[in-house]
């Protein structure tokens, strides 16, 4: 079993900035493909990003070019920066760990373990 737990939201003004960490114990995160998923209210859990196993990274469009994930392996945690954010950014942000196989990068029931989410609102 993996827990994952969440930081780093928080309020900010559009083209403002935020990192957002995911903090893992019970396993290795390294050995899995690690995704961040947001869902605002009243909209589907969307794929910002994800880091393979090989440190691989693959971006929705609508983060490519303003979102970087990273993990630092010796922390066992999963970042996620965020830069130039809009107010479309705004949602409860969550990290998953994909540990029974998948393509990384697929859909959000693909992944076993999340965390409880962070808050992000841009306005």
């Known amino acids: 079993h993996v827990q994952l737990v969440e930081s780093g939201g928080g309020s900010v003004q559009p083209g403002g900035s935020l990192r957002l960490s995911c903090a893992a114990s019970?396993?290795?995160?390294?050995?899995?493909?690690m995704g961040w998923f947001r869902q605002a209210p009243g909209k589907e859990r969307e794929g910002i990003a994800v880091?393979?196993?090989?440190?691989?990274?693959a971006y929705a469009d609508s983060a490519t070019g303003r979102f970087t994930i990273s993990q630092d392996n010796a922390k066992n945690t999963l970042y996620l920066q965020m830069n130039s954010l809009k107010p479309e950014d705004t949602a409860l942000y969550y990290c998953?760990?994909?540990?029974?196989?998948?393509?990384?990068?697929?859909?959000?029931?693909?992944?076993?373990?999340w965390g409880q989410g962070t808050q992000v609102t841009v306005s």
């Open positions: 880091i393979d196993s090989r440190g691989g990274t």
């Open positions: 019970g396993d290795t995160i390294s050995r899995y493909c």
């Open positions: 998953a760990a994909m540990t029974d196989g998948g393509v990384c990068g697929g859909p959000p029931f693909e992944y076993k373990f």
